[in-house]
């Protein structure tokens, strides 16, 4: 059975750089799919942040790929995020995800869910 | 950017019927997912593709979409059925998901 893992900091100072990674087990990223990050804060419910193939294409929220990188290493069967120049708006629940792709852009679920990781960006 | 617009709440009686929808420029061009989250937990994917349901999902959970607005409807609704709901969907550019639905079983 599938599973994801989110870990890393849960407190960042103002314009300082948020670094999560996702750990999965039950299955090989090298295999295929996509993986996926998502966000939930309070107010904006949940925001899609991007998502990454096992060959390293990504592909990313428009808003936020000036200050994102996606990447993956398939030895470790984990995937990671960074986000830079982090505000007080990017604190939220972070979940890491499964993202099934049947046309990019088009047609895609995420399934299963880590069980999220809350990240304040706070000084 | 693409935008979602789900109804914020949304109340049923136990064992009668609820719709959810969400409406969305151009939506029917594109595929629609819907997502149960009940309290401290994580999204659980329910409806796929519009209308598939994952293994494990009750036949009570059903999915329909149209030019603009998808639907999600739970049939016989029970107390279980109680958490928020949300629509994803994409637009070639990005990935989005509604603002979501709190379904309360009154």
């Known amino acids: 059975q599938m599973q994801l893992q989110e870990s890393g900091p849960g407190l960042v100072k103002p314009s300082e750089t948020l670094s999560l990674t996702c750990s999965v087990s039950?299955?090989?990223?090298?295999?295929?799919?996509?993986w996926g990050w998502i966000r939930q804060t309070p107010g904006k419910g949940l925001e899609w942040i991007g998502s990454i193939y096992h060959s390293r294409r990504t592909y990313y929220n428009p808003s936020l790929k000036s200050r994102l990188t996606i990447s993956v290493d398939t030895s470790k069967n984990q995937f990671s995020l960074r986000l830079t120049s982090v505000t007080a708006a990017d604190t939220a629940i972070y979940y890491c995800a499964r993202d099934v792709v049947q046309q990019l852009g088009v047609n895609n679920w995420f399934d299963p869910w880590g069980r999220g990781t809350l990240v304040t960006v706070s000084s | 950017s693409y935008e979602l617009t789900q109804p914020p709440s949304v109340s049923v009686s136990p064992g009668q019927t609820a719709s959810i929808t969400c409406s969305g420029d151009k939506l029917g061009d594109n595929y629609v997912c819907w997502y149960q989250q009940k309290p401290g937990q994580s999204p659980v994917l329910v409806i796929y593709e519009n209308a598939k349901r994952p293994s494990g999902i009750p036949e009570r959970f059903s999915g329909s979409s149209s030019e603009y607005t998808a639907t999600l409807t739970i049939r016989g609704t029970q107390a279980m059925d109680e958490a928020d709901y949300y629509c994803q969907a994409g637009d070639r550019t990005t990935v989005a998901f509604g603002g979501g639905t709190k379904l309360t079983v009154l």
């Open positions: 039950g299955y090989s990223i090298s295999n295929g799919y996509w």
